[in-house]
Structure formats: structure tokens, C-alpha cells
């Protein structure tokens, strides 16, 4: 059986990835610091459901604590290690800079080496489509520049793809960086606009809508990304073997990807459907842009698909009725 190493498995996106690899026959070992980010409660029942899988073992510490994950390296020589623990929030790094500091630089630093020192055969790490900042061309393909992050969080995922590529040069650690569009679903974050939406809708109050609704966003329902994560793990980068509209290194085992669905959705049709889920309207509220926002998101996935094919993407109605009817249950609403 080979080992897989998630680090953020209690968290949204780290919960349905360490499923999704014990549901395919690998040993998880989950590390996660449920950090209070959000509700804490809502990190310990998706830890509860992982350990419920006799393959899932977990440690519950930061990843940024020196030593940690060089200890669970030593312990387990994962085969891969898909990285996502980070400090996320485009707004929370605005007023909690030193959390991003800490967690998302120090943190990938801490796993970088513990890589070099036991080498997986593959490194998978998030990133985000942040990093491509103030890029105003449409969709955003892998190969644009990302030299202009609108906000701290942006610019520590930014700094974490350079991290390790300088890793995946020097030590030769085949490396793929994704970079997330807004992934939303069941057991999602409640900082998220799909969460906070529902939550206000069907409490009868007011919802935010900044940039008076002229936005739009790739929204990525989390079963499709999770569902590429895995269909990468196989697709090592190799400079020697760039494929259709790649983005490989000339000098390192390192490429970068977008996990997006290729299809950017208004942001006031997504309310729509949230409110054709709901089956209510929202009392809206409207308001200008907000400090390191961006207007619009669009994934290129053309190389995605040159990599693994085709593969499901699942309708924004669909994906937001599914996450409704998982918010009424677990809240009892």
C-alpha cells in the first residue's frame, strides 16, 4: 500500500483529497493544526470521518512548528505529499498578515525541506488563482506573469511556487503547483461566499455584494478538483516531456496548473442559483469594490486536458443545490 502525506486534511479542500486517496487504497497520513480560523467544530467532524478509515492516521500540529513534518517524513517516506494546509483568505490578510507569514512561508519552507531530506516521488502543492493579481487578459493561462499580487495572501502563494521551484532545481524533487478557482461544496469554508450567502439567505438577512455585482468568478466544485488532484499524481513534470501548452521548467521538475472549470459564471447569477436552492430571495446589499479583490477569474485548463483528458465538471446549479441540501442537514436548518 503506498502512503500519501495531506497536510491540511481537516480543512475543506484537504478533507475530500485524503477521501478521496483512501477510497483509491492509499495510507493517509493527515496533519493538520485545526487552527480556529473558522469553526473548529466543523474541522474535527471531517477529521472524524477520516478516522473512521483504518489507512488514515493523523497528527495535529502546525506545519510551520520546526521539526514536524521532518518527523513524519522520517516516520512514513510518504510516496507523495500533496500540500495544503496554507492560511487562506484574501480579505484576513489584510488585518492577519503574520498568520500568511507563518503558515504559508515558513510552513513550505518546513515541507521543502523535509522533501529534500526524504524525497517523495511526487510533490503536489496548492496555490491559487490570486497570484495572477492585477492580470486583466482572460482566461488566465499558467504561462501569463504573475509579478503584480492585489493582496499578502496572493503574494505568499506566489512566493511558495518560487520556494519550490528553487527545491525542484536543486534537489531534483518533481514538483506541480495548482492553482485553485474558487472551489465551493459541501463541508466548505464558512468564509466563503457560497457558505456566507446560504447562511444569510436562510436566516432573512442581508447579503454583501461588492463591486455592485459586476463580478464573475471560474467557481470549481470541489469533487472536480479533487478528481484532478488525483489524476495528476501520475503526471510527474519532466523537462525532457513538456506536452500541448505546457509550462515545464527548462530546468527543473516543476510545472504549474490551473484547476479551474473553464467557464466563468456572474456573480449575480450565482446568488440566483444559491437563491433557487434556497427557495427564497436575498436581501442584497450593494457595495464597491473591496481592498485586494479582483473583478474577474477564468481558467485556462488547456493544459490541464493535455494531461489528463477530459474529465466531469460539474454545473453551478448542481454544485449549489448539492451544497444547499448538505448546509440544511448539517445545520438542521
Given amino acids: 500500500m503506498k502512503t500519501a502525506l495531506v497536510t491540511g486534511s481537516s480543512g475543506f479542500v484537504g478533507y475530500f483529497t485524503s477521501r478521496a486517496l483512501l477510497d483509491a487504497g492509499w495510507q493517509v497520513i493527515g496533519l493538520d493544526s485545526l487552527s480556529d480560523y473558522y469553526d473548529v467544530g466543523l474541522k474535527k467532524r471531517r477529521q472524524e470521518m477520516l478516522l473512521e478509515y483504518p489507512a488514515f492516521q493523523v497528527v495535529n500540529e502546525k506545519i510551520e512548528t520546526p521539526g514536524v513534518l521532518l518527523t513524519l517524513f522520517e516516520q512514513h517516506r510518504p510516496d507523495i505529499v500533496v500540500h495544503l494546509a496554507a492560511q487562506a483568505g484574501v480579505r484576513h490578510s489584510l488585518h492577519m498578515p503574520r498568520a500568511y507569514v507563518e503558515a504559508n512561508l515558513i ?3 518546513e515541507l521543502l525541506e523535509a522533501a529534500r531530506t526524504f524525497p517523495p516521488e511526487h510533490l503536489l502543492l496548492a496555490s491559487s488563482s490570486s497570484v495572477y493579481g492585477a492580470n486583466t487578459d482572460l482566461p488566465y493561462a499558467e504561462t501569463d506573469k504573475v509579478d503584480s499580487p492585489m493582496s499578502f495572501y496572493a503574494a505568499t502563494k506566489k512566493a511558495g511556487e518560487t520556494m519550490a521551484h528553487s527545491y525542484a532545481h536543486l534537489y531534483g524533487l518533481p514538483t ?12 466548505g469554508r464558512p468564509d466563503m461566499a457560497h457558505f456566507k450567502f446560504t447562511k444569510a439567505i436562510l436566516n432573512g438577512d442581508p447579503i454583501d455584494i461588492y463591486n455592485h455585482g459586476q463580478m464573475q468568478r471560474d467557481f470549481t466544485y470541489v469533487d472536480d478538483l479533487v478528481g484532478a488532484i488525483l489524476a495528476l499524481i501520475g ?4 523537462p525532457a516531456a513538456p506536452v500541448a501548452h505546457d509550462n515545464v521548467s527548462t530546468v527543473a521538475p516543476f510545472r504549474v496548473v490551473n484547476i479551474g472549470n473553464d467557464s466563468p459564471v456572474k456573480l449575480l447569477d450565482f446568488i440566483a442559483a444559491i437563491e433557487g436552492a434556497c427557495g427564497r430571495e436575498a436581501i442584497k446589499t450593494f457595495h464597491d469594490m473591496q481592498p485586494g479583490d479582483v473583478p474577474a477569474t477564468w481558467a485556462d485548463t488547456r493544459l490541464l486536458t493535455a494531461l489528463i483528458g477530459d474529465r466531469p465538471t460539474t454545473d453551478i446549479k448542481d454544485g449549489l443545490q448539492a451544497f444547499v441540501d448538505w448546509y440544511r442537514a448539517y445545520y438542521q436548518v
Fill in 107 to 109: 510552513g513550505t519552507f
Fill in 176 to 187: 506541480t503547483m495548482f492553482r485553485f478557482f474558487t472551489v465551493y461544496g459541501p463541508w
Fill in 235 to 238: 503526471k510527474r513534470p519532466d
